[in-house]
């Protein structure tokens, strides 16, 4: 255990922020509530960033930017919009020296500028469906903030599309539900329940919200990714109209989604231990760490050289020639195999740290795959490779040791991620018959609880006074079984959890 790290069984919130502060991903800035993303934070970013914005542009979506500041009268224009975000926005009242005008809004999300210039952009129905996502920051005055999860300011990625009928934009919806679906399992080895959220629970101004949900290792669940369909709420708000194919003037259907650096303390909650951050080879931004072992200087050389000779044979020779000339100070060799320069690997020549001190350092890290060259490994022609989750050493001859066998085993770690999130998800999900064992479980640990349940604001109301816990997501109709609350047909089959 790192003595630098409060083990997570002692306490579950210190353990989160040891973790982050040892991986240096990022720290609390001098602005109440707002966060610095270090270097090792945004790679995780990028990383992510890089998936998506390839997955958008795949189905069509271009990126556009918006303004940061919105007039206060356009959210007024959308009274559930309002409502619902009133208490977050920071709004600025004075510029320049001299009080504006009209007050702005330092955006929270985007749906009011965008429908606005949607109404400018739409004249038929040739001009549908607009397609657009934008990477952008955004500010909502949260009273109790936490690294990543719920801060201030933060950085997400938010789609708007403006659809010509209400069944093209429900395709969207649920395409991009599906699409969040797959990037939190296969790229972030994050088992998730998807569907949709209750009245109580939706989006404000949407007509039907979704969100992928995860489960954390103290049993709490996180809301990863939302997909909302705005029906013509917002087209009407803003009057996104259009001459349709009929002659006849219509209002486009709209939609927005969106998921943010939340997903980075999601990644840190799920897959990481008492040791330090632990990363899916997808996502981490160091894929291998190269760690040459010696004593003195004759074992140093040689070491050395056999070390630089397995990054020319993962890397390339010139990719390798690049790395060492600007490594002149850090002593760490960066180098990378593939085309997008994602697949960095890592040489470590620092000459003021011990071995096991340079294998901690990457650990804490989250690097997936280490390799161990030491005199014996030279002589044998072999390196020693260990993988973060297991830590088990093996001897892999060099002539073995390929890029795809390397690709091989990373992705047999995520899956290994994947798989242990998933039974632990699976153990702590339950069912329940009766409103009194649904409060026992919730009180007793946290976790998923299903049950039948007719969704209604007033009732989940008092189960969230009582229990803390809310509807996270609804699973499907429960035919016409009863709900254990009210007793009342028409339940659905839902998702009770306490959440972040």
């Known amino acids: 255990m790192a003595q630098n790290i409060t083990p997570r069984a002692q306490d579950y919130?210190?353990?989160?922020?040891?973790?982050?502060?040892?991986?240096?991903?990022?720290?609390?800035?001098?602005?109440?509530?707002c966060m610095v993303i270090r270097p090792n934070g945004y790679a995780i970013w990028e990383a992510i960033q890089s998936y998506l914005d390839k997955r958008f542009k795949e189905l069509g979506h271009k990126n556009a930017y918006?303004?940061?500041?919105?007039?206060?009268?356009?959210?007024?224009?959308?009274?559930?919009?309002?409502?619902?975000?009133?208490?977050?926005c920071a709004v600025v009242t004075h510029g320049g020296g001299e009080k504006l005008e009209e007050p702005l809004v330092v955006r929270p999300t985007s749906e009011t500028i965008i429908g606005h210039m949607y109404s400018?952009?739409?004249?038929?129905?040739?001009?549908?469906?607009?397609l657009i996502n934008q990477w952008a920051n955004v500010v909502r005055w949260e009273l109790r903030t936490r690294l990543f999860l719920r801060t201030s300011e933060f950085l997400w990625q938010e789609g708007h599309t403006a659809h010509e009928t209400e069944e093209e934009a429900m395709e969207e919806t649920l395409r991009i539900l599906d699409l969040y679906k797959e990037f939190a399992q296969d790229f972030l080895a994050i088992p998730v329940l998807a569907g949709e959220k209750t009245e109580s629970e939706r989006f404000p101004g949407a007509v039907h919200t979704y969100s992928i949900e995860g489960m954390m290792t103290d049993g709490k669940a996180l809301q990863m990714g939302t997909s909302h369909m705005l029906g013509q709420n917002f087209a009407r708000a803003f009057q996104i109209r259009f001459e349709g194919k009929d002659r006849q003037l219509h209002y486009a259907w709209t939609t927005s989604w969106g998921v943010s650096t939340r997903l980075i303390g999601a990644l840190v909650m799920v897959h990481s231990d008492d040791d330090g951050l632990c990363l899916p080879w997808r996502v981490a931004p160091v894929k291998v760490a190269i760690v040459p072992?010696?004593?003195?200087?004759?074992?140093?050389?040689?070491?050395?050289?056999?070390?630089?000779?397995?990054?020319?044979?993962?890397?390339?020779?010139?990719?390798?020639?690049?790395?060492?000339?600007?490594?002149?100070?850090?002593?760490?060799?960066?180098?990378?195999?593939?085309?997008?320069?994602?697949?960095?690997?890592?040489?470590?020549?620092?000459?003021?740290?011990?071995?096991?001190?340079?294998?901690?350092?990457?650990?804490?890290?989250?690097?997936?795959?280490?390799?161990?060259?030491?005199?014996?490994?030279?002589?044998?022609?072999?390196?020693?490779?260990?993988?973060?989750?297991?830590?088990?050493?093996?001897?892999?001859?060099c002539s073995a040791l390929s890029r795809d066998e390397i690709e091989s085993r990373g992705e047999r770690l995520t899956k290994a991620l994947f798989e242990r999130a998933l039974k632990f998800r699976?153990?702590?999900?339950?069912?329940?018959?009766?409103?009194?064992?649904?409060?026992?479980?919730?009180l007793a640990k946290h976790g998923f609880v299903v049950c039948n349940f007719k969704p209604s604001r007033e009732v989940e109301a008092k189960i969230k006074e009582e229990t803390k816990a809310t509807v996270r997501v609804i699973l499907g109709d429960a035919s016409d079984k009863k709900c254990i609350v009210t007793g009342e047909k028409g339940a659905k089959e839902v998702v009770f959890a306490i959440a972040y």
């Open 293 to 397: 072992i010696y004593k003195t200087e004759e074992e140093k050389t040689k070491v050395t050289e056999f070390s630089i000779q397995i990054l020319e044979n993962i890397c390339g020779k010139s990719e390798v020639e690049r790395a060492r000339r600007l490594a002149e100070r850090t002593q760490i060799l960066e180098c990378f195999w593939d085309e997008e320069r994602r697949q960095k690997v890592i040489l470590d020549l620092r000459e003021n740290m011990r071995p096991g001190e340079k294998f901690f350092y990457w650990e804490q890290r989250g690097v997936p795959l280490h390799l161990e060259i030491g005199p014996r490994d030279v002589a044998q022609n072999q390196v020693i490779v260990k993988d973060r989750l297991t830590r088990k050493k093996e001897a892999v001859l």
């Open 66 to 88: 918006f303004p940061l500041f919105i007039p206060e009268s356009f959210l007024r224009k959308e009274a559930q919009h309002v409502e619902g975000f009133a208490p977050e």
């Open 13 to 33: 919130s210190k353990w989160y922020h040891d973790v982050i502060e040892a991986a240096e991903l990022a720290s609390y800035s001098p602005v109440r509530g």
């Open 120 to 130: 400018e952009w739409v004249r038929s129905w040739r001009d549908l469906p607009i």
């Open 426 to 442: 699976d153990e702590h999900m339950v069912r329940v018959e009766s409103y009194d064992e649904l409060k026992k479980v919730l």
